[in-house]
């Protein structure tokens, strides 16, 4: 055999710049979007994460391939399992049916490639992402002292959010480390697992994150009352209070006025208790004249999780920390990085690495910002209420329902519902109700999840796709009639 010519890598490169040689991946996105407006196909698969492995078992590719060919085995052979966010039943989990306008910005933001760390490697978009901040901050109802950061997400926000919390609690902590008794941290027994998981990265250890219990699915503000003034008695010290806005499993607010009002009462020497709030999925409310009100009592918070790429539909990654004043960023991250970072004596620190966990960082800010100049805050807004109605179109079905029954009121766009089969004692509906969801998913009439609530197995939509519509709600209560029969037809 004649030995083959390795071609020149570079020309590889320079044939895949123009928009033609895109067209093959473009159109694989213009078709998903197409394929799903029509609401018809399966919107998930039935096959194994085994079955799906075995097919992309090949030797690592030595030789290289037009971009099309790629495009087309990435079409062959994966595109049809994945889960189809953006079909009007895929009404799952928290992840959203992404803007389209976001989505391709993505391609801009990869190609120029700045990192949002240091200012001189992004010149244009680390002022881009604080100018978007400050609009951020400002539908807070925070001043011009307020500050923050782009982040991977909810989880990395609350952990910043609890460092500056830690490094005003102990400042030499940087240097000496949390010492055998820290202070501890509250939040509702509902709250995300990034405040325990913050709680063991940072030294604390789980023993020290107390739970609060409920009161519906709120945070109890008197059993908030109660721990505070008993950790004040035997004068153990508080780090911080996270309450929730938009709690994952039933989308529920925390009453922010009264946590706050508690803030202030157990203040310390240091001033009132740090008040973190967690709207990684709620804070879209900021941007809705309807549902602004359940965050009331917000700009009292020291800090805030929002994530864009939960209810303002962005694709992942867009996180958000926003803090009232910004300087306690700094402390957080008591980081000297000479070779990177400009050191600023008093003057503004454009530099966000300072103020981040993260070195490297993608221009997320740069997706956010096109969003709110293409659609407009009213829009999001409205599609943030548009999510929510569809939550409460469920809840007013299931009104009546001879078998399912709505456990909550939709706060936000998250309903959990349980499966009430006759004849079934309770101990026996939890394994009903994961087969009954499982075969409802595999079915590829629709996309649901379940959570455990008061230690009971039940079913949860998050609305997250702005084409979901009442006759979606009504298709996915026929949808799961139909399957909840055959699953009692058919005992495991
Ligand atoms: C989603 C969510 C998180 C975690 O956010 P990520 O973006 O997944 O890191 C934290 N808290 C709440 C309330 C959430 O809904």
Redesign the pocket.
């Known amino acids: 055999m004649p030995e083959e010519t390795a071609p020149d890598p570079l020309a590889l490169l320079e044939a895949d710049t123009t928009l033609a040689a895109a067209e093959p991946i473009l159109a694989l996105v213009a078709q998903y979007f197409a394929d799903t407006r029509a609401g018809d196909g399966p919107v998930s698969t039935w096959h194994s994460a085994e079955v799906i492995a075995d097919r992309l078992v090949e030797p690592l590719p030595r030789r290289s391939r037009p971009l099309a060919d790629v495009a087309r085995r990435l079409s062959s052979q994966l595109l049809q399992d994945v889960n189809r966010l953006a079909h009007p039943m895929y009404i799952g989990h ?1 992840v959203s049916a992404p803007l389209p306008a976001a989505v391709w910005t993505d391609a801009l933001i990869s190609a120029l490639n700045q990192s949002q760390a240091v200012r001189e490697m992004s010149p244009s978009f680390t002022p881009l992402e604080h100018q978007v901040i400050e609009w951020m901050t400002d539908l807070v109802g925070w001043d011009d002292r307020a500050g923050g950061t782009m982040t ?7 952990l910043t959010a609890l460092l500056a919390a830690r490094s005003r609690a102990i400042p030499d902590v940087w240097t000496n480390g949390v010492g055998a008794s820290p202070p501890v941290l509250l939040c509702g027994e509902h ?2 697992y ?1 405040v325990s998981r913050a709680a063991g990265e940072m030294g604390l250890g789980l023993s020290r994150v107390l739970a609060i219990p409920s009161d519906g699915f709120r945070m109890s503000v008197p059993a908030l009352r109660e721990q505070l003034q008993s950790l004040r008695e035997r004068g153990i010290s508080v780090m911080a209070v996270v309450a ?5 499993a039933t989308g529920a607010f925390d009453d922010l006025n009264a946590v706050a009002d508690l803030c202030d009462e157990f203040a310390d020497e240091r001033g009132p208790l740090w008040l973190h709030v ?5 804070g879209g409310a900021l941007l809705s004249p309807t549902h602004r009100h359940r965050l009331d009592g917000l700009a009292r918070a020291q800090s805030l ?1 929002w ?1 864009p ?2 209810t303002l539909l962005l694709p992942l ?1 867009a ?1 958000m920390l926003l803090v009232k004043d910004e300087r306690v960023l700094e402390t957080a991250f008591a980081q000297q990085a000479p070779y990177l970072f400009t050191p600023t004596g008093d003057a503004r620190g454009w530099d966000m690495g300072p103020r981040s966990f993260q070195c490297s960082r993608r221009s997320d800010v740069l997706k956010l910002w096109v969003v709110f100049q293409r659609y407009g805050a009213n829009a999001l807004g409205a599609l943030y209420d548009r999510l929510c109605r569809m939550a409460r179109a469920l809840y007013d079905q299931l009104d009546g329902h001879p078998s399912f029954r709505a456990l909550h009121e939709p706060e936000s766009n998250i309903l959990c519902f349980a499966w009430y089969p006759d004849g079934v004692a309770d101990a026996d509906r939890d394994d009903l109700t994961n087969r009954l969801r499982e075969r409802y998913n595999r079915s590829g009439r629709g996309w649901i999840t379940a959570t455990t609530l008061n230690g009971r197995r039940v079913l949860r939509i998050t609305v997250m796709n702005a084409r979901t519509d009442v006759m979606h709600i009504e298709a996915l209560v026929r949808g799961l009639e139909a399957e909840a029969q055959q699953v009692l037809k058919h005992p495991a």
């Open positions: 928290q991977s997400g909810g989880t990395e926000a609350t709250a995300h990034a929730t806005a938009g709690c994952t967690d709207a990684a999925h709620g999780a994530d790429h939960k990654a996180g």
